[in-house]
């Protein structure tokens, strides 16, 4: 009996091994410090803030992990380290940030606010001043908590995790005492301005969060068998039935198993671990994990089953040449494109995931053109929601839609559709503005002249602050325009001809797209597409290949180049198509939106080569951020004939770069975040100025200089303009003088290599300004939006117009296709109100109210009336409206309102806005058939 007793003591002694756990954190806060009498928190925020930000204010995070329902009490912590993913850094220099014990309880209330600048404290927030909001202050402001650091780490870069180790006393403390354990406070460089860092916080997404790694053992006497459904593991009987276990009794052991699971037959294995299917974990035994067995004594930690996907497993999918409606393919031609939601496998080992498309393809289909051949299109927005039965029209987006946004703060979270052809010469009517988008039902109509040369555009979403979120669900698609020049450099064709559209996607273990649920500076997916397909494979014959590359992500750079087989990439087009000199390149790097025409020969590799062509930009912008290594897709050399190419010398020898003339006027755009307290705690801007702030009025048939300044540190802003292509002056340096001001460095580097040629799209670096020459082509009058096309910034609210101008004035009592109201108001007449009742949009800022318009705006007369402005009745003066679009009323029930004047509308400005009609303003409004509401 005495020799059994010892042995049952030995083999629970064998038992107790160490274990590794993560823990979530339960809540998290920032501690804001008020610049004056102001209460503030930021509880559920996705992020956590400590430093020093530009205003001179501290920031300090707090977190809290509750211990002692993880890990039962008396185990040994042999140690604990806290892992922080850094979202965000203003400069980043390698600052201190250090953990500190807490000496009090605190709250979690339910302000938000993304950013750093917070929200007004609710209920239960932490605040500088208050542990408990209103009720329990610190005892002094900043928070209570033990001065001696339990650990530290220096922070640089974002985008990655940081760790924290040293952490075991605390957390030995706190399983000794749980009512002790009141989580960490950290602080930041609190001396230098501007040295914040943004952490994850729990309400991040779920790749990004904090977690507490422990490496404890588990006390003695008390631990046995403990069953989870079919699987065993080790642990105390108060952890098991917390779990929702069953207690197998102290001494008890998992070998063999008892709980219905199944031994590896093999080898007769019965040792519990970490199993996954899919992204799922689960512990089990290898004989009864029906996924993948991570092996005897792993644990299912955040990470265990991340979404790991094979490389070149997929072939690369061709995006199909679209067939017109009438005409044909690369001549006079009409389209009918549907936009639509479905379901396409974007990777052979995911399960099906709902994209958005064009007639149902993601990327949408190619159109061919040729140039000064018109095409016209009309676009559907059809977007039903497929998870329904019916399959209803959309009423709210799939994705979410930051309804403090300029857009969805007035048109709400339907999934608005405007189509833009990027790089287009297009009439301002049809070149996708925002203002002009539809709703799900709703269909419009374009006309594409193609009055330019050959180059490779692309059509995609442009819905007023929701353009991330359409791009990001699939609506984007080629467009090529020929012309007989390129025709005559019998560059590679047919199948030899191969576009590369790169994007870059997250997603959930059920397949399903994955994107932050609050508005974001900047996002960077987990894996790259290449048409639709996550890292395919190419097979190509040994010859030569001409790709042409987009970068289609929303955020980030690419620097494309081949792993191993290196090849030369000869560049003999970009943006707006061939360029006067072929250049050899090893690698090619694009910011968003930017094309790139590549002539690869493949005739020197022998046949079962494979070339791998891998990204090494950062996926942060922050200047000098390391390389990174991702695979973007693989080509594999086919058994074929070598033919060799000679790629032409001079693609387009007749190319002129402009000369820098003085007589061009100058104007300066200064890009940057300043801080936005009602909408996502910080916005983009250029010049200060929002998307309804018009100021630039160039003259049609004219060149002027622009001067692009990015006032940013740690963000690329790539401009864009609609309608003008323009040509790189130089680049050079700037020294931020103020917040709004900056000085010269140095001296201007000329463009040289692959920044020449006409371009509709420049990277503009942190703390650099480029110089380029823009020409506003004959023919083309009205409003076109420039942007940055880094397209969170575009969506909040990096993005405005320019009105295009003309220069005659007959004086003869008529408005012509030669004039509008600001170059002859003696025959186009003024500026034109920005309303139009009846247009379903409550034009509150233009006067528009219940009673004036009830076609569109909510209330009743004598009551909560929506709208500004006199109240007008039956002929009869009734008031005035002053609810604007505060009132619940004036944005439910189907009602839309906006609260800001729109521009003014203008005869002769070639867009039939406002109460222009046929009658009159023909100019414009013929055929009105053509013209939507607004």
Request: net charge negative.
């Amino acid at each position: 009996m005495v020799q059994r007793t010892v042995c049952l003591l030995l083999l629970v002694a064998a038992l107790v091994t160490a274990d590794v756990i993560q823990i979530q954190s339960s809540r998290d806060n920032t501690l804001i410090e008020p610049a004056g009498t102001e209460v503030l928190s930021n509880a559920l925020s996705i992020g956590v803030y400590v430093g020093k930000i530009a205003t001179g204010t501290l920031r300090r995070g707090l977190y809290y992990f509750d211990v002692s329902s993880k890990i039962p009490a008396g185990a040994t912590v042999h140690s604990a380290t806290l892992f922080l993913w850094l979202e965000k850094s203003r400069t980043p220099l390698p600052y201190i940030t250090t953990v500190h014990k807490l000496l009090a309880d605190w709250g979690e209330g339910t302000s938000s606010q993304a950013g750093g600048q917070g929200a007004e404290a609710t209920t239960n927030d932490a605040t500088w001043v208050y542990a408990k909001y209103p009720t329990t202050p610190w005892s002094s402001p900043g928070g209570d908590y033990v001065s001696a650091a339990s650990s530290s780490a220096a922070t640089d870069f974002a985008l990655k995790y940081f760790n924290f180790t040293g952490l075991e006393n605390d957390v030995s403390a706190w399983l000794n005492d749980p009512t002790s354990n009141f989580g960490w406070l950290l602080k930041g460089n609190e001396d230098i301005s501007q040295s914040a860092r943004q952490y994850g916080s729990r309400e991040i997404q779920a790749d990004r969060r904090p977690y507490l790694e422990v490496d404890f053992t588990p006390p003695t006497g008390n631990v046995g068998s403990c069953c989870l459904s079919s699987m065993c593991i080790i642990d105390t009987k108060g952890r098991c039935n917390n779990q929702g276990g069953v207690f197998g009794g102290t001494g008890t052991t998992c070998e063999p198993s008892t709980c219905g699971g199944s031994c590896d037959p093999a080898t007769e294995d019965c040792s519990v671990g970490a199993c996954c299917s899919g992204t799922t974990c689960s512990l089990s035994t290898q004989g009864s994990c029906a996924g993948s067995f991570q092996g005897a004594g792993t644990a299912c930690l955040q990470f265990t089953c991340g979404i790991s996907l094979t490389p070149f497993l997929d072939a690369l999918p061709i995006p199909q040449v679209l067939q017109p409606t009438t005409g044909r393919a690369g001549g006079q031609a009409h389209y009918d494109l549907e936009i639509n939601e479905f379901q396409q496998q974007l990777h052979s080992e995911l399960p099906a995931t709902t994209v958005w498309g064009y007639n149902g393809m993601f990327p949408g289909p190619t159109i061919e053109a040729w140039s000064n051949v018109k095409v016209t299109a009309k676009f559907t927005n059809n977007l039903r929601d497929t998870s329904q039965a019916g399959q209803p029209l959309r009423d709210s987006h799939y994705l979410y839609s930051e309804p403090c946004l300029h857009g969805p703060n007035f048109a709400g979270m339907r999934p608005y559709t405007a189509t833009h052809l990027h790089g287009g010469l297009i009439r301002a009517r049809f070149d996708g503005h925002p203002d002009f988008q539809v709703p799900p039902g709703q269909s419009d109509y374009h006309e594409f002249d193609n009055e330019q040369d050959a180059a490779m555009l692309w059509y995609h979403d442009h819905g007023l602050g929701i353009t991330r979120l359409n791009v990001y669900m699939g609506l984007a698609g080629l467009y090529f325009v020929r012309d007989t020049q390129e025709t005559q450099l019998l560059l590679p064709s047919g199948k030899f001809e191969v576009p590369l559209v790169v994007m870059d996607r997250s997603f959930q273990a059920d397949g399903s797209l994955s994107y932050p649920n609050k508005w974001v500076g900047m996002f960077n997916g987990d894996h790259l597409l290449v048409n639709g397909k996550v890292t395919p494979y190419l097979e190509v014959q040994r010859t030569a290949y001409r790709f042409r590359i987009l970068n289609g992500c929303g955020t980030r750079m690419l620097t494309l180049k081949p792993k191993n087989g290196e090849f030369t990439m000869y560049m003999v087009g970009n943006d707006r198509g061939l360029i006067k000199d072929t250049i050899p390149l090893t690698e090619v790097t694009m910011s968003s939106a930017e094309r790139r025409d590549i002539i690869v020969d493949f005739s020197q590799f022998a046949a079962g080569t494979k070339i791998t062509l891998v990204n090494t930009h950062p996926t942060t912008h922050q200047p000098g951020a390391p390389a990174i290594e991702e695979n973007v897709m693989q080509f594999v050399v086919i058994d074929s004939k070598a033919i060799p190419y000679t790629v032409p010398a001079s693609p387009k020898s007749t190319e002129v770069q402009l000369p820098l003339e003085a007589s061009y006027p100058r104007r300066t755009f200064k890009m940057g975040q300043v801080a936005d307290d009602k909408c996502g705690g910080k916005v983009f801007k250029i010049n200060n100025l929002g998307w309804d702030d018009i100021t630039e009025y160039p003259v049609m048939g004219t060149r002027e200089v622009w001067r692009f300044v990015n006032m940013d540190n740690n963000h690329i802003h790539p401009m864009h303009l609609h309608l003008a292509e323009f040509q790189v002056v130089n680049t050079q340096q700037i020294s931020k003088t103020g917040p709004d001001s900056f000085s010269l460095v140095g001296t201007a580097t000329p463009a040289t290599g692959d920044e020449l040629g006409w371009r509709d799209i420049v990277p503009v670096m942190p703390l650099t300004m480029v110089r380029v020459i823009v020409e506003f082509p004959e023919g083309y009058a009205g409003r076109f939006p420039y942007h940055c096309h880094v397209l969170e910034h575009e969506d909040h609210d990096m993005m405005r117009q320019f009105h295009v101008v003309h220069s005659q004035c007959n004086k003869n009592g008529v408005c012509d296709a030669t004039e509008d109201c600001y170059s002859c108001p003696e025959d186009c007449g003024d500026f034109d109100v920005g309303s139009r009742c009846g247009n379903g949009l409550c034009e509150a800022g233009d006067g528009e109210n219940c009673g004036n318009c009830p076609q569109d705006c909510a209330g009743t007369i004598g009551g909560t009336c929506c709208g500004f402005g006199p109240i007008v009745s039956g002929g009869l003066s009734m008031g005035t409206a002053t609810t604007g679009c505060d009132a619940t009323i004036c944005k439910s029930n189907g009602y839309l309102c906006r609260s800001m004047p729109q521009p003014k509308s203008c005869c002769g400005d070639e867009m039939c806005l406002g109460s222009e009609t046929k009658l009159s303003c023909p100019i414009d409004c013929d055929p009105d058939e053509h013209w939507i509401n607004w």
